[in-house]
């Protein structure tokens, strides 16, 4: 242990209200995340162990944690449920790694507006189910709902059920204020308000340590399951459009090819194996859903309200598609893009044409900036980086884009463009670069940002 670590370690033990973990063991649990889809990421990343794990429990004691960080310049990173895909928790730098768990209230609910004020380590399933009381529901949701906290998913998440009608997190209108606490000698609590937010969306924790958040909410509905069943892969594009285009509520539009439904639970398979569209909407829209189907000869089966369900739609979509098939085999990885508007099937049919089987296709309905779009997470047959280059680099000639879950950067992961406003909300709230070292590559160039 360095002599820093050491002096921190010390300090900590004279604090209230805080648990410090720091056996071997939670220490390498706890600074992992999901990065391990990623074989890239694997090898670079399981060395990564942080040198103390803090749970604070209230913001006086999280400042004094900081401070010290600050005075002891020993890294900081950020963790709320650890799921993450792209090693955003993960200490590149060892240091602290500091569990938002306790910061799990919902403090209010606006019933004019719909804004719910609520800490950021709270679960979304929690948040959902208060939401749920007062007749309203998260707007977005990944996957791991029941698993991510709040806070985790608007600092590392992006998007998922909801986005078809929601768009993502970065849209203007989702993410309404928050609440950060700054890495400086005397650190600040700062309330931001829906545009000052901007750059601390999805920065992976690298410029404020976010303590709470104002988001919009939906009115809750009942979302109905509905499964659709499509011998053409063609047909099941056709069909998710002029659903995603039609005048009904959609909360979730995915479709898997018939090589994935494969390797899918029984209760999701069923016995015959077809390509299949999946949707959550309400009662009304099923009936509308129902009749296209009807029109275009296809198999229709509406499993019930989705709360009735034991087991959900929400654990064969967005990423938990790609959970299910490593459950199978851990030689799939996957990727993320945009796929080009009105060209998506000649992008999936090229890349049948070059790599075959080997890239398997799951869409996701989408809105992006309001216009019905196709995104796609393809599973990957992992053989090397060089065969991953090529895909990545023949999805892009046609016309995708790329969020590329092999990179460890905010950058790498999003637009591939560094956000000269997330830097310099580094530079204001993060001067020494102590939050989640290495995370931001703009920060390596922070002094074009300098005023
Ligand atoms: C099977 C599977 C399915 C998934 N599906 C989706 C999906 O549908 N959509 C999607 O967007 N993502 C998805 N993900 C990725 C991940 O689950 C989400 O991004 C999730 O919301 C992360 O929340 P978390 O609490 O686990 O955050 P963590 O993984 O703990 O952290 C994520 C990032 O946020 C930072 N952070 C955490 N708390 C704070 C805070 N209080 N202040 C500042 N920074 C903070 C961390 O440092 C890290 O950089 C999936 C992952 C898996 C493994």
């Not at 939670?26 to 999901?34: E, W």
């Not at 602290?96 to 609520?118: A, C, P, R």
Request: proline share 3%.
């Amino acid at each position: 242990m360095s002599n820093k670590i050491e002096e921190l370690s010390n300090y900590l033990k004279n604090l209230e209200n805080i648990e410090v973990i720091n056996n071997f063991s939670d220490l390498k649990r706890l600074s992992r995340d999901f990065y391990n889809y990623s074989p890239i990421l694997e090898k670079k990343l399981n060395q990564c162990i942080a040198d103390i794990v803090v749970r604070p429990k209230n913001v006086s004691v999280l400042i004094s944690v900081v401070k010290k960080c600050w005075e002891l310049s020993i890294p900081l990173t950020l963790r709320g449920g650890g799921t993450g895909n792209y090693g955003q928790a993960v200490p590149l730098n060892k240091g602290v790694v500091m569990q938002m768990n306790y910061f799990n209230k919902v403090e209010e609910i606006s019933t004019d507006t719909g804004f719910v004020k609520v800490q950021s380590g709270c679960l979304m399933g929690d948040l959902n189910n208060e939401l749920a009381k007062r007749g309203r529901e998260l707007r977005l949701l990944p996957s791991t709902w029941r698993t991510a906290t709040i806070g985790g998913f608007i600092s590392g998440g992006s998007g998922g059920i909801g986005s078809v009608k929601w768009g993502f997190l970065r849209d203007p209108g989702n993410l309404i204020g928050l609440e950060a606490i700054t890495m400086e000698k005397e650190p600040r609590n700062i309330k931001f308000d829906a545009e000052e937010s901007e750059p601390l969306n999805h920065a992976y924790g690298t410029n404020g340590i976010i303590t709470s958040l104002l988001l919009s909410t939906d009115i809750k509905r009942d979302w109905y399951s509905i499964v659709v069943n499509c011998k053409e892969f063609q047909t099941a594009i056709q069909v998710m459009k002029i659903c995603s285009g039609a005048a009904i509520e959609l909360k979730l539009g995915t479709i898997l090819e018939e090589a994935i439904v494969d390797q899918m639970p029984l209760w999701f398979k069923g016995g015959n194996i077809f390509h299949k569209v999946i949707f959550q909407t309400t009662l009304g829209g099923s009936k509308t859903i129902q009749s296209i189907c009807k029109k275009y000869n296809l198999d229709f089966h509406n499993l019930g309200k989705d709360s009735d369900l034991d087991n959900g739609l929400s654990d064969v979509v967005w990423n938990h598609t790609t959970l299910q098939m490593r459950a199978k085999d851990k030689n799939w990885t996957y990727l993320q893009m945009l796929l080009p508007l009105d060209k998506e099937l000649n992008l999936i049919n090229s890349i049948r044409e070059e790599f075959g089987k080997k890239v398997l296709w799951h869409l996701e309905a989408v809105s992006q900036a309001g216009v019905p779009r196709l995104a796609a997470l393809p599973v990957l047959k992992w053989t090397n980086e060089n065969e991953l280059n090529q895909i990545i680099d023949a999805c892009k000639s046609l016309g995708a884009f790329i969020f590329n879950p092999h990179s460890i950067t905010v950058e790498g992961g999003g637009l591939g463009v560094i956000d000269a406003d997330q830097v310099k909300a580094k530079l204001e709230y993060d001067p020494k670069g102590l939050l989640n070292p290495g995370k931001l590559e703009g920060w390596e160039v922070k002094e074009n940002f300098r005023n």
